[in-house]
């Protein structure tokens, strides 16, 4: 079955799998040519993840996945999501700038322009994410001043590194060349504060007083295959 994915956010352009495959490897794309898309079911089980994934309480609260591929400049929106959200670069490098939640009233303050997407929350915890509308590649600081004053934190990931972003976190990505990365998100709606320490607990490993893994452990060190996990919005 042909899998509908959907281009970069500035073009919004629908197509298939297939159809991505054979443009990006030929260069009829162009020179930028990014897509986001679930991972395609042939795929999932090419992909490992963390090993505390292998453990109760994590595997239960997954909500979804995606895949990031492509090649050339790649700026996301400025998002602050309803759900945690574990990055994971496979080729390639990004850089992601982050806003804690005691910068993101700031950033929403009414001289910066926000939009509602993807629902409203509720009990899958994976609703509402709020996306700028500010062109993160040319900040406009006189006409958007909340953005110069606040702090934020950079991060850069290279092929292997994870980064875990809690709900409520205001976050940002770039890439620039060949990209590919997978993301996952979370349900927070267990827990009342996007804090760092209560997404360590909720991916802590199976080393802990009764945490026994509930999935068949793969030969790799690195923990389990994304095709032996259920998502709740799959």
Not at 201 to 224: F, I, R, W
């Amino acid at each position: 079955r042909e899998q509908t994915i959907v281009l970069d956010p500035i073009r919004r352009r629908n197509m298939t799998v297939r159809a991505f495959a054979a443009q990006y490897a030929t260069g009829e794309g162009g020179a930028s040519m990014h897509a986001k898309t679930p991972l395609p079911p042939a795929l999932l089980h090419d992909v490992l993840l963390p090993a505390a994934f292998a453990c109760a309480p994590a595997r239960h609260h997954l909500l979804d996945h995606e895949l990031t591929w492509g090649h050339g400049r790649l700026s996301g929106a400025v998002t602050i999501g309803a759900a945690d959200l574990l990055h994971c670069v496979i080729s390639g490098e990004q850089r992601w700038l982050l806003w804690s939640p005691e910068h993101t009233t700031r950033l929403q303050a009414t001289d910066c322009p926000w939009s509602e997407v993807g629902g409203s929350g509720g009990e899958d915890g994976g609703g509402g994410e709020h996306v700028s509308s500010v062109d993160p590649r040319a900040v406009n600081l006189e006409a958007y001043p909340c953005f110069g004053e606040v702090e934020w934190t950079e991060v850069t990931l290279k092929p292997g590194d994870c980064l875990y972003v809690p709900a409520g976190w205001a976050h940002q990505s770039d890439a620039r060349g060949r990209i590919l990365a997978t993301s996952l998100t979370i349900d927070a709606a267990h827990r009342s504060e996007p804090t760092v320490s209560h997404g360590l607990d909720l991916l802590a490993g199976c080393d802990g007083a009764g945490s026994e893994p509930d999935v068949e452990s793969t030969n790799e060190p690195a923990g389990v295959r994304l095709s032996q996990c259920s998502f709740r919005n799959r």
